[in-house]
């Protein structure tokens, strides 16, 4: 049970994709974060070590149960829109709808600082702060200087 039914039973709630900001094509960023688990500098046998931990973890039954616990999306194609992860997590379904219109946020070093630029953008267009093209328009100078920062323009 999601814990905000068991907290307020009464109350009414769906999940919704969030709309395109500035263009009708609804399309979005995407991010697995897959490939930032080995590190290409560690030690042989550290390396061995976390792809077999990740080629267990990959495995349907493996990944369908930490999608499950985790409340994600799996990284396996063959998954989407599974039976078993839409029983135990339904709301999950908005989130694989959107699955077609992800887009690979490309090699932007710091995709936590990308995802707070972005999140910041939302909030101050959703808060009636900014307008929805000067919010863009910082977010990508945000983005843009912090690719600079971290490899050069």
């Not at 930032?36 to 061995?48: G, I, M």
């Not at 799996?74 to 998954?79: K, Q, V, Y």
């Amino acid at each position: 049970m999601i814990p905000e039914a068991a907290a307020f039973p009464n109350l009414a709630w769906q999940y919704a994709p969030i709309p395109p900001y500035a263009v009708t094509e609804m399309i979005f960023a995407a991010e697995s974060g897959w490939r930032e688990v080995v590190n290409a500098r560690s030690a042989p046998e550290v390396k061995e070590a976390a792809w077999r931990f990740i080629a267990f973890m990959h495995e349907a039954d493996n990944i369908r149960d930490w999608n499950i616990t985790t409340f994600t999306l799996p990284s396996r194609a063959d998954l989407v829109d599974d039976p078993q992860i839409l029983e135990a997590a339904p709301a999950l379904a908005t989130s694989f709808a959107a699955l077609p219109y992800g887009q690979w946020i490309g090699p932007v070093r710091n995709r936590d600082a990308f995802f707070q630029f972005v999140h910041d953008a939302f909030v101050s267009v959703a808060l009636r702060q900014l307008e929805s093209d000067s919010a863009l328009a910082a977010c990508e100078q945000n983005i843009n200087a912090m690719i600079d920062q971290t490899i050069g323009p």
